[in-house]
């Protein structure tokens, strides 16, 4: 019993010898930081970061996020509106020349160029499709038009004005693939 008795005072001992060298440690270390100033000593505490605040964008912003090639894209459309404009123009002016005799269309090439029958039987097929969807817009639009208020009825007006230009230039534009067809069907002359 005496060597039970010593064998757990000597682990009693033990244990207060291991938690009293743990203990000065701290206390060495509380004097050391006494002794850096404030400054030099280490933050155990993390600094939280500012919260981020929602950019809101603005015109002026955009311009410095614009690149070269949106410049360029702006200005070749641009160009192509002018052109397309001029020419309307034009043919406005030949049309009120030629006021006294009825105003015949310039002969213009269609803007689809067929290569086969196959070809133009399938771009004519695409034609008569778009018109068809043309013209289903036109008469949804006109629709949305007869119930509109009249703060927007001028918009509307114009939104039609403009798809009919657009149908009446796919109608032209599929009357050319089916001369360009007939063309094709043609046999070609041998010498």
Not at 9 to 28: D, K, R, V
Not at 77 to 83: E, F, K, N, P, S
Request: glycine share 2%; hydrophobic share 30%.
């Amino acid at each position: 019993m005496k060597t039970k008795n010593g064998l757990l005072f000597s682990a009693i001992l033990a244990c207060i010898a291991a938690a009293g060298l743990a203990t000065p440690t701290h206390a060495q270390s509380d004097s050391q930081k006494s002794a850096t100033p404030v400054k030099y000593r280490k933050t155990t505490r993390q600094q939280t970061p500012a919260p981020k605040t929602h950019k809101v964008w603005t015109e002026d912003d955009l311009a410095t996020v614009r690149t070269p090639a949106d410049s360029y894209a702006e200005k070749e459309t641009a160009q192509a509106q002018a052109a397309t404009a001029a020419t309307q123009q034009q043919q406005i002016d030949a049309a009120k020349q030629t006021s006294g005799t009825p105003a015949k269309p310039p002969k213009t090439p269609p803007l689809a160029h067929a290569n086969s029958v196959d070809d133009a039987d399938k771009k004519i097929a695409w034609e008569e499709r778009d018109i068809q969807a043309q013209e289903e817009f036109i008469d949804r639009t006109q629709r949305e038009l007869d119930q509109a208020p009249s703060d927007q009825r001028e918009h509307l007006q114009k939104v039609i004005e403009e798809n009919q230009k657009i149908l009446a230039d796919t109608r032209k534009e599929l009357a050319g693939l089916q001369a360009q067809r007939k063309q094709l069907e043609k046999p070609t002359p041998r010498p």
